[in-house]
């Protein structure tokens, strides 16, 4: 089967500072990887797209330059939250497809970020 | 982007009541597939449709889709507090990357 790891599960930081969240595929190559976001009793919203080796593509509203993905290699894609706020504190979600499947996403199990 | 708009949001009811819940777009979809998510885990592939007019069946999971390919739904027969959780119907995006848009979501309570 297709497994994603997320990590961490859990973090608590300090405003201003910053926080990363690690997307691994334990036993496929994805070259895309996808983050969302997720408040309380509401859907996955999509922030980007990874792409192995190239740049994020960013849905229309996610700041760029507070959201850092890098996608360095085809098992591992990071989000970076820049100088956290207390909005920013939400569940953080990954997703990868394996390449070349059609249908095959596999979801990481979050990260629950809180910024005090 | 096209939505995909799901009812009910939410949804309370007792052990053993059947319950539906619908994904609905103005567009056709190429394939449709629906998770469910318990709080603090990431979402779960339960079904992926892909032919119009398909049923499957998961247990006591009913998912059709629409002979227009338009719409979904997914019924449960006899529900049981087990079956509590965030149901999420999704959508590929083939025109952008294969990225994968949600519905809304239907967070369902199933009481003893």
């Known amino acids: 089967g297709a497994v994603v790891s997320q990590h961490p599960s859990r973090v608590i930081c300090k405003s201003g500072t910053s926080v990363k969240i690690e997307c691994r595929s334990l036993?496929?190559?994805?070259?895309?990887m996808f983050w969302y976001r997720q408040f309380p009793k509401q859907s996955l919203m999509l922030m980007a797209t990874?792409?192995?080796?190239?740049?994020?593509?960013?849905e229309q509203g996610v700041e760029k330059d507070k959201f850092l993905i890098n996608h360095a290699s085809l098992t591992l894609s990071t989000l970076t939250v820049t100088s956290a706020h207390p909005e920013d504190s939400s569940f953080y979600i990954c997703?990868?497809?394996?390449?070349?499947?059609?249908?095959?996403?596999?979801f990481g199990s979050g990260t629950r970020l809180t910024v005090v | 982007t096209q939505l995909l708009e799901q009812s009910p949001q939410f949804l309370s009811i007792q052990e053993g009541e059947n319950l539906t819940v619908y994904c609905n777009s103005s567009s056709v979809f190429s394939s449709l597939q629906w998770y469910r998510q318990e709080p603090g885990e990431g979402p779960v592939l339960l079904v992926t449709?892909?032919?119009?007019?398909e049923v499957k069946k998961l247990k006591r999971l009913t998912f059709q889709f629409g002979d227009a390919r338009k719409d979904s739904s997914l019924h449960i027969t006899a529900a049981q507090p087990g079956d509590t959780g965030l149901y999420l119907c999704a959508r590929r995006d083939g025109y952008q990357g294969g990225k994968l848009i949600f519905g809304q979501g239907t967070e369902l309570s199933v009481k003893p």
């Open positions: 036993d496929f190559q994805a070259t895309t």
């Open positions: 997703s990868a497809r394996k390449a070349g499947g059609d249908y095959g996403y596999t």
């Open positions: 449709v892909v032919t119009g007019g």
């Open positions: 990874s792409n192995e080796g190239s740049k994020a593509t960013y």
